[in-house]
């Protein structure tokens, strides 16, 4: 089966190159590192909160183009998010904001921000 | 580039995959991971299940008599193809289950201080069972390196090697870097000392030759899906003396003499290896990879594989931001060959020449630590070759990776 190369679209590329939100944050509420064992991505992500809400949000990674481009798409899309809103993102949330489905191949690397922030969130 | 060894169009006419859907668009370029499987392999396996589908070394009645002559011939064959005898070939599931034999023999026979010599290219398989020995027993491992050709630092090896050392275990061609090892020569310093030899021949088996008196390794390691025969199927060859004193890894049915509540005695070698109902299809079917490779000649598959490894390495080197990823030259290496695109991740890339029907391998290649040793945090891009490829699925690969660079502003 042979893959559609849609998922290198220009803003995809562009978030790859110039990752939005990326550093790293002091007395981060999370903070959470994870690896892709099979291709070695990874993503750190640290985030604030003001009361209930994501007040401030940062990420460092390294990897492929889709596992930092939906990295650096979730973390602007998670500001003001609540804690119950983070916890309940999905898989289908990450495909809406990359704008194509990911296949098995490449599921993992699509998955690795939003693991990142989930299994952060749930050591607080 | 010159006339190849091998005529690939006659080759395809074996490997269904070519006369599928695929057929115009499929460049295999994965072999190192598993090879295609050629028509008498799956007519082998298919007679077993349509015509004498029966246990082995059990019933007594024809189809079992006729399942357990096929499934022994099998252990003539693989002894014969790697030059060894017939009761020293042990069937597993795989390289990775053949090593682990070995290293869980070992266990109790190794105490703190002993030395365990790797290679620092070895695959996970040939590393994390000795790791596990190592904490078990207190036992130290050490790494040969390698030089920055990326060919085994023999001097360093000389130094490693010593009165301490009770095993080395080293891989006969990196599934890395394409290296071959000068395993014979490393078999000698470890002998001197006593040591125990294992080698790892996964990716060597069936591209080049493979002869244990050569090596004169005390075991080899090696899968059936690497070299044209089914999955689940592999070998491990242990010198005689060797078998009859190392412990079995499971225990069970067939595996046994005589068995009492409390008490069970062990089957000869190799069967005392054997547990439960082997692979027998499986295993007939790898007796079918055999004869197939032996066809065709192991030679004549490893001049087509140097011819088209030499191409390969000259059309990478032709593009701007390719780097080759081990020894550059065809002398001393097999048809795997990795290489990192400056600015481009091996999955981006992998997922981009996918769409071309280009199927190569990217990532760590189960060998994590040599990668990052070698500072490639990302892992590298991996083409690999075998008996069914020729030089339009390498250029094939090159327009893939300027088509990705174009993609990647590269």
């Known amino acids: ?124 | 580039m010159s006339k190849l060894s091998l005529t690939t169009a006659k080759i395809h006419q074996d490997f269904p995959m070519y006369s599928s859907e695929h057929r115009g668009h499929f460049v295999y370029l994965d072999s190192a991971s598993s090879s295609q499987t050629p028509r008498p392999v799956l007519d082998a396996v298919n007679a077993y299940y349509e015509t004498y589908r029966a246990n082995v070394h059990r019933g007594m009645y024809q189809a079992s008599e006729t399942a357990t002559k096929e499934y022994e011939a099998v252990r003539r064959m693989v002894a014969d193809f790697i030059f060894a005898k017939e009761d020293e070939i042990i069937f597993t599931r795989g390289t990775t289950e053949s090593l682990n034999i070995v290293a869980n023999g070992f266990v109790e026979r190794l105490e703190a201080g002993d030395e365990i010599v790797l290679t620092v290219m070895e695959h996970h398989a040939n590393l994390v069972p000795w790791q596990q020995v190592a904490k078990k027993t207190g036992c130290i491992l050490r790494f040969i390196p390698l030089r920055t050709d990326y060919t085994i630092d023999i001097d360093a090896a000389r130094r490693l090697i010593g009165p301490k050392t009770k095993i080395l275990a080293v891989t006969l061609a990196s599934n890395v870097l394409g290296t071959i090892v000068p395993a014979a020569e490393l078999a000698k310093l470890a002998h001197a000392h006593s040591a125990v030899v294992v080698v790892d021949a996964a990716q060597a088996i069936g591209h080049i030759p493979v002869d244990v008196r050569k090596l004169d390794c005390d075991f080899l390691a090696f899968s059936g899906h690497k070299m044209y025969g089914p999955t689940g199927t592999g070998v491990l060859y242990g010198k005689k003396s060797m078998l009859q004193t190392l412990d079995p890894l499971l225990f069970g049915g067939d595996m046994i003499r005589e068995v009492s509540f409390e008490n069970a005695t062990w089957n000869d070698v190799p069967w005392k290896f054997e547990a439960g109902t082997p692979n027998i299809g499986g295993v007939i079917g790898l007796g079918a990879a055999v004869r197939y490779v032996q066809k065709i000649g192991v030679q004549g598959i490893a001049a087509h594989e140097a011819q088209l490894t030499a191409y390969a390495l000259q059309k990478l080197t032709e593009i701007p931001s390719v780097t080759i990823i081990g020894p550059n030259v065809t002398k001393e290496r097999i048809g795997v060959v990795s290489f990192d695109v400056a600015g481009m991740h091996p999955h981006d890339l992998a997922t981009i020449l996918d769409a071309d029907g280009v199927c190569v391998r990217g990532g760590h290649h189960c060998a994590m630590p040599l990668l990052r040793s070698l500072g490639h945090m990302n892992g590298t891009t991996r083409l690999s070759l075998s008996i069914i490829n020729d030089e339009k699925d390498i250029e094939a690969l090159a327009a893939g990776i300027l088509k990705a660079k174009k993609i990647f502003r590269i």
């Open chain 1, 1 to 124: 089966m042979n893959t559609d190369l849609d998922m290198y679209r220009e803003n995809i590329l562009d978030h790859y190159r110039e990752p939005h939100n990326v550093g790293s944050l002091t007395d981060a509420a999370v903070h959470h590192k994870e690896l892709n064992p099979s291709c070695g991505d990874t993503v750190e992500i640290f985030i604030k909160f003001d009361g209930d809400r994501v007040s401030e949000v940062s990420f460092i990674g390294q990897g492929c183009a889709i596992s930092q481009a939906a990295a650096s798409l979730l973390t602007d899309h998670i500001k003001g998010m609540s804690t119950a809103e983070l916890t309940a993102l999905t898989q289908q949330d990450i495909f809406d904001l990359l704008g194509f489905p990911v296949g098995m191949t490449r599921l993992r690397c699509a998955l690795l921000g939003l693991k990142t922030v989930q299994v952060g969130l749930q050591k607080i």
